[in-house]
């Protein structure tokens, strides 16, 4: 599978920005999403994850009651939308994917197969 992250740009603090990453490939609904970030000088970090009918999702500590994951099968795309945007939001943000374990919430990154190209999300405060 091939991913397109786009939604990425300059945001004031407090803002609200909706990523989606588009699908192309095998088909969408076999494969467990994520969304990860990784901001200059630190690790990726899990932001947050769905599994192939967006029944379960699970959230990273900086993403809870803020982010809300998504995913529309039809459209081959998964969403990240992002509210009360923080500066330390800063960073790029990837998509991901995991063919095999489409029942499962994945936050490990090591757990994925497929990765997107990233977009950038900037805070400024």
């Known amino acids: 599978v091939q991913l397109q992250a786009c939604g990425g740009g300059l945001v004031q603090a407090g803002g609200s920005l909706s990523l989606s990453c588009a699908a192309s490939?095998?088909?969408?609904?076999?494969?467990?999403m994520g969304w990860f970030r990784q901001a200059p000088g630190k690790e990726r970090e899990f932001v947050a994850a769905?599994?192939?009918?967006?029944?379960?999702?699970y959230y990273g500590d900086s993403a809870k009651g803020r982010f809300t994951i998504s995913r529309d099968n039809a459209k081959n795309t998964v969403y990240l939308q992002m509210r009360s945007l923080k500066p330390e939001d800063t960073a790029v943000y990837y998509c991901?994917?995991?063919?095999?374990?489409?029942?499962?919430?994945?936050?490990?990154?090591?757990?994925?197969?497929?990765w997107g190209q990233g977009t950038l999300v900037t805070v400024s405060s």
């Open positions: 490939g095998r088909a969408f609904s076999t494969y467990a």
């Open positions: 991901a994917a995991d063919w095999g374990r489409a029942s499962r919430v994945l936050a490990n990154p090591n757990e994925y197969e497929h």
């Open positions: 769905i599994n192939w009918n967006g029944g379960s999702k």
